[in-house]
């Protein structure tokens, strides 16, 4: 992309972009605070909730590498667009859905606009600030929207459900998305295409996506098919078999899409397992914490966005700068694993919260551990992915971390769902009431996401070669 823009334009432009990524953070928060409500008015199944989370997040991460590819060969500028008006045409539809089937559709879609908007926004910014401490500064104003934008999520998930319905929650991306689309026009360069282009690996984002769908369509209806049913056995061995043949194709590709030799590189590996581990963890904490305070304990929709902010804003101050002086002071592995231990601990505290439970003595402590834990742990995760490859291969790596960590938490949520689904009903069966039953799933759900955190902060420690990244990486000045 020429350097054609001035200063305050490229500033401008910056600010646009992060309004446009901004929209997208917004729908991975917004929708925890109204499930209750939409769950309510379209009749879903507690399993079945989760395909409302789960169809944005296996598309947002099976066409986040795609999405980058795309704009590498046809234009950033351009992707960004067509991503942009993808997910606000989507969220039209889903603002109007008055069906189950219309509405997880929607979000499928809304998930692959999302990921072409995230994955060319920061191939934008670095070509819009290209001198290194102009940079920092822009990926840190990057950084801080995206942090935030978890905060602004829960908070504005709860005003809008609360004091209008839950198709608001979508609605509002149209004003959003469409300011951001105009400005985009004027302020961004038209693109500069490369001579040559390499090819576009369309079948290996159709193979790994519709693979980890069919996986997780398994494990969601594993309580009510049965898990050894037909059904269950047939829908999980078809999406294996798409996953194998992903890897299959991946091998043989001329430009693959994961290139598989990546994947060989240490702390690259460990940092996918990792991230695997910890993002089943972290989607336990904001969904089925959503869940309890409103199924179990009575709060509105607005007093549980509200009660995240603590950890939101802690996870904010993080990365405006509290992480990388801590990974300048100690490398990245010593804050990765200590952070991960952290947010276990505070998942652990969490799933002691009683039927009766406040939020002071019972849910805050777990809140403020994870907002910390989880600070402390994101930029070292995304630091050790990025220290085993060069440069010029810095953002695949960090694409294919970004990938694992959503496809880990689209598959550990449906895993925890359910078995969450089916500890209620065994409860239910012993005679217990439901706001008990569903209080002895949601704990059962707590701490299996404490131990798969804790299991990657034993990695972490184990495995991640300890290196000092240089200050260029972090945004040092």
Known sequence: MPQTLTTRQRWLALYVLCFGVLMIVLDTTVVTVALPSIQRSLGFSDTALVWVLNAYMLTYGGFLLLGGRLGDLYGNRRWFLIGLLAFVGASLACGIATSQWLLVVARAVQGIGGAIVTAVALALIMNLFTEPSERAKAMGVYGFICAAGGSLGEILGGVLTQWLNWHWIFLVNLPIGIAVYIFCLSL????????QRQRLDATGAVLVTAGLMLAVYAVIGG??????????????????????????????VRDPLMPLHLLKRRNLATANIVGILWSAGMFAWF??????LQRVVGYTPLQVGLSFIPADMLMAAFSLGLSAKLVIRFGFRTPLWIGLAIAGGGLLLISQAPLDGRYLPHILPGMLMLGIGGGMAFNPLLLAAMSDVDESQAGLASGIT???????????????????????????????DERGALNAGYQLAFRIGAAMTLLGAAISAVFVRAKAPPAAMLGAQ
């Open 188 to 195: 961004l360069p038209r693109d500069a295409l490369p001579e």
């Open 223 to 252: 309580n009510a098919a049965g898990w050894g049913s037909p059904q269950t056995l047939l829908t999980l061995a078809a999406g294996v078999a798409l996953l194998a043949a992903f890897f299959f194709a991946e091998k043989r």
């Open 287 to 292: 969904v089925i914490t959503a869940l309890y």
């Open 402 to 432: 970004n990938t694992a960590f959503m496809m880990g938490g689209a598959l550990g949520l449906a895993v925890l769902a359910s078995l969450a689904d089916a500890w209620t009903a065994a409860a239910l069966a012993e005679g217990a």
